[in-house]
């Protein structure tokens, strides 16, 4: 029963910030990973809930009601951000609860950070 | 001749970190027009090519050459990244200069930003 995640952070941790220097083919094949995976309003939403939830952790239940979605659809969008590393995920009991990765999003604000930008 | 750009960072400003509170279903789709916009592994190139440029700025010209696709193309491209707000837009002589937008950027760090996250 032991929490596992996804590749995605991994991915992030090997780019240097956009703006220091051009990003290579394949770090920005890896990098769009993880943005296609925040890329949808159900999937967005569902990080931040997870992310502003209490302990940074939600079960499917805690998650269903804000949205008109059923358990599997629900599922299948958690299932698209723990892939790409955003979420970590463990099964206690009949429930799978979701944890944010706040590494996952620093690796990709250190990634996206225009600091030192020419202004 | 005037420096025009999109609606992306006006959209994302509205919104509070994701970590704080959870993001409603509104504030959610403007979201996801910049991140679908750097969610293409050219467009993400060519943010960090144009971030990374001397003066945070780039005509086509200076673009085309990393990749092997045609001008329409990459002007394409760079169009989606302007709509989303991300990339300014100028035109001098014959060709069209475009400038990086850090406070796009910066919004959408502070958005995805998991400071205060329960890690």
Do not use: N
């Amino acid at each position: 029963m032991s929490m596992s995640s996804g590749y995605g952070s991994d991915a992030l941790a090997c780019c240097a910030p956009l703006v220091r220097e051009p990003i290579g083919a394949e770090q920005a094949a890896s990098v769009v990973v993880v943005l296609k995976a925040l890329a949808d309003p159900v999937r967005l939403r569902l990080m931040s809930l997870v992310l502003s939830h209490e302990g940074g952790e939600a079960c499917v239940c805690d998650l269903l009601p804000a949205f008109e979605l059923s358990q599997p659809t629900i599922s299948h969008h958690l299932k698209v951000l723990h892939d790409a590393g955003l979420l970590g995920r463990e099964k206690r009991g009949v429930w799978v609860y979701y944890q944010a990765r706040p590494e996952a999003l620093r690796a990709l604000t250190t990634l996206l950070e225009p600091a030192g930008a020419h202004a």
